[in-house]
């Protein structure tokens, strides 16, 4: 028994794979993407690219540092009441964007075929697919629509309102769901790397999630 795996674990074996894949598949943490990505040093450049292009955009908003103080003056009337209206706000804003995120990931997988279930959890939330072969390459569309989706309508949304508080709350939108995808670009590029035709397995067993990566026959 290899160290970390229970009992259990190697109790569990993924089903045969359909016609033309090699039935010895790769296992992996589908689960625990954004800490292998910033614990790597290609989820790194990713996360570190995805938070840079995050701040260069917002900093270069037509409104500038003015249109937060602006925003907060105008939502809270004093010191104390702007912080807690600002520490409100961003909790809400972020817990809504993750749900829209965890939504949009929903929305492509059904539009797929396939049967969806969505965990939140803090720091990560994550819409499953188990007990169902999933094609590679509709997993690469659903990983990245989101960023995709999310993403440019919030900004487009930021640069175009003329409220100052709505400039800063799409603002605050597309900076959360931009650095919420490394883990998704960091499975995104994990998985465009296998070959077309590949498939995927996600067993939810007795120890965990468990997922399994079939690849064409050689």
């Given at each position: 028994?290899?160290?970390g795996m229970?009992?259990a674990?190697?109790e569990y074996?993924?089903?045969e794979?359909p016609d033309?894949?090699?039935?010895?598949?790769?296992?992996?943490d589908e689960?625990?993407?954004?800490?292998?990505?910033?614990s790597?040093s290609?989820?790194?450049?990713?996360?570190?690219?995805?938070?840079?292009l995050?701040l260069?955009?917002l900093?270069?908003l037509?409104?500038?540092i003015?249109?937060?103080?602006?925003?907060?003056?105008a939502?809270?009337?004093?010191?104390?009441?702007?912080l807690?209206?600002?520490v409100g706000g961003?909790?809400?804003?972020y817990?809504?964007t993750?749900?829209?995120?965890?939504q949009?990931?929903r929305?492509?997988?059904?539009?797929?075929?396939?049967?969806v279930?969505?965990r939140y959890?803090?720091p990560i939330?994550y819409?499953?697919v188990?007990e169902?072969?999933?094609?590679?390459?509709h997993?690469?569309?659903?990983?990245?629509?989101?960023?995709?989706v999310?993403?440019?309508?919030s900004?487009?949304?930021?640069?175009?309102?003329s409220?100052?508080?709505?400039?800063?709350?799409?603002?605050y939108?597309?900076?959360?769901?931009?650095?919420?995808?490394?883990s998704d670009?960091?499975?995104?590029s994990?998985?465009?790397?296998?070959p077309?035709?590949s498939m995927?397995?996600?067993?939810?067993?007795?120890?965990?999630?468990?997922?399994?990566?079939?690849e064409?026959?050689?």
């Amino acid at each position: 028994m290899s160290a970390g795996m229970t009992e259990a674990d190697e109790e569990y074996s993924p089903p045969e794979p359909p016609d033309g894949l090699d039935n010895d598949p790769d296992e992996y943490d589908e689960l625990n993407g954004f800490h292998d990505a910033i614990s790597s040093s290609k989820g790194r450049r990713i996360l570190t690219l995805e938070l840079a292009l995050s701040l260069a955009a917002l900093v270069v908003l037509p409104f500038g540092i003015s249109t937060v103080q602006e925003a907060v003056w105008a939502v809270g009337g004093a010191p104390l009441g702007a912080l807690a209206v600002l520490v409100g706000g961003a909790i809400s804003i972020y817990v809504v964007t993750v749900v829209l995120h965890e939504q949009v990931h929903r929305v492509v997988n059904e539009y797929y075929g396939y049967d969806v279930e969505i965990r939140y959890g803090f720091p990560i939330s994550y819409a499953l697919v188990t007990e169902q072969w999933i094609a590679r390459e509709h997993n690469l569309v659903a990983l990245v629509t989101p960023l995709l989706v999310i993403s440019p309508t919030s900004y487009a949304l930021c640069i175009t309102v003329s409220s100052p508080a709505l400039t800063v709350i799409f603002g605050y939108v597309f900076f959360i769901n931009t650095a919420a995808s490394c883990s998704d670009l960091y499975a995104f590029s994990g998985l465009g790397s296998r070959p077309k035709g590949s498939m995927g397995w996600i067993a939810d067993t007795n120890d965990g999630i468990r997922s399994f990566i079939y690849e064409p026959s050689s």
